[in-house]
């Protein structure tokens, strides 16, 4: 019984010493602030805010796929064609090398941070895996701006909680 107590304090002690180390960043821009894990890095050229996980930068430093972005061109809202139009439209729309997306537009509880998402799955030229896409939509200044989680398919569970905590620590100015 007193070895089994041992392993298990051996154990529950070196997951807590691991989760220690990580710290967080921050990002300040003039309309929005962000924290992010030192496991990731920032990436992208001027006016760009992107950020993936040191080890996939590490394996492929140009992957820029891989990531989460915040958009730096927001969507103006037409009275005449509603916000939910507009996503739809928005979620319909192919990016450059993109043959074929599925997407879902959903409505978010009043109250929230964000006040719509769109999860779309991915088909890319040259590439066999899909991608999957969280962006979170809110309102700035009267336009609708976003930030966006994108990886692999295989990829995309290994990464999800922390991309969810950069999501979550987002706040617009």
Known sequence: M????????VIFFSCGTQNSQIKLKTIRHSHFKIQYPNTWVRFGGVGHINLTPKKLKDLNPEDELNNISVNKNP??????????????????????????K????????????????????IERQSFKEKFKRLEFFYVRDSKLDYIAFQMEEKLFDKYFDDAMLIINSFEPK
């Open 2 to 9: 007193k070895k089994l107590i041992i392993i298990f304090c």
């Open 75 to 100: 969507f103006y809202i037409e009275k005449f064609n509603g916000v939910e139009n507009t996503l739809n439209e928005h979620g319909r729309t192919l990016r450059p090398r993109e043959i074929n």
């Open 102 to 121: 599925e997407y879902v537009l959903t409505k978010l509880p009043e109250g929230s941070k964000y006040i719509y998402k769109i999860e779309s799955t």
